[in-house]
Nanobody, 123 residues
Framework: QVQLVESGGGSVQAGGSLRLSCAAS????????MGWFRQPPGKEREAVAT????????YEIDSVKGRFTISRADAANTVYLQMNSLKPEDTAMYYC????????????????WGQGTQVTVSS
């Protein structure tokens, strides 16, 4: 099983940027599909972006396309989420997830999850 630790959250004003990091450790880390999820206050968790092993395939939800970019640095066992042009509606707890299959990650059924990092965007 993969262990995941998120960092990089914080409070910013609308239009600002943050870069989230997810440090992974464990067996076959580099073969895992990785994803970022978020859960706004009082709402359900949603998939934000995923990236396949070796960075071959990426997926992003429409509301973040052109603003967020997911990437991975396998040498550092780390996945990033670069968030630009942040909006108040991006305010949420952001979680990192990992699984062998991207379909499982997107469906929210990944085997491994981090503890989350809070992102707050003020208007």
């Amino acid at each position: 099983q993969v262990q995941l630790v998120e960092s990089g959250g914080g409070s910013v004003q609308a239009g600002g940027s943050l870069r989230l990091s997810c440090a992974a450790s464990g067996y076959n880390t580099r073969r895992n599909c990785m994803g970022w999820f978020r859960q706004p206050p009082g709402k359900e968790r949603e998939a934000v972006a995923t990236i396949g092993s070796l960075g071959g395939t990426t997926y992003e939800i429409d509301s973040v396309k052109g603003r967020f970019t997911i990437s991975r640095a396998d040498a550092a066992n780390t996945v990033y989420l670069q968030m630009n042009s942040l909006k108040p509606e991006d305010t949420a707890m952001y979680y990192c997830a990992a699984d062998e299959f991207c379909g499982t990650v997107v469906a929210g059924r990944a085997k491994s999850w981090g503890q989350g990092t809070q992102v707050t965007v003020s208007s």
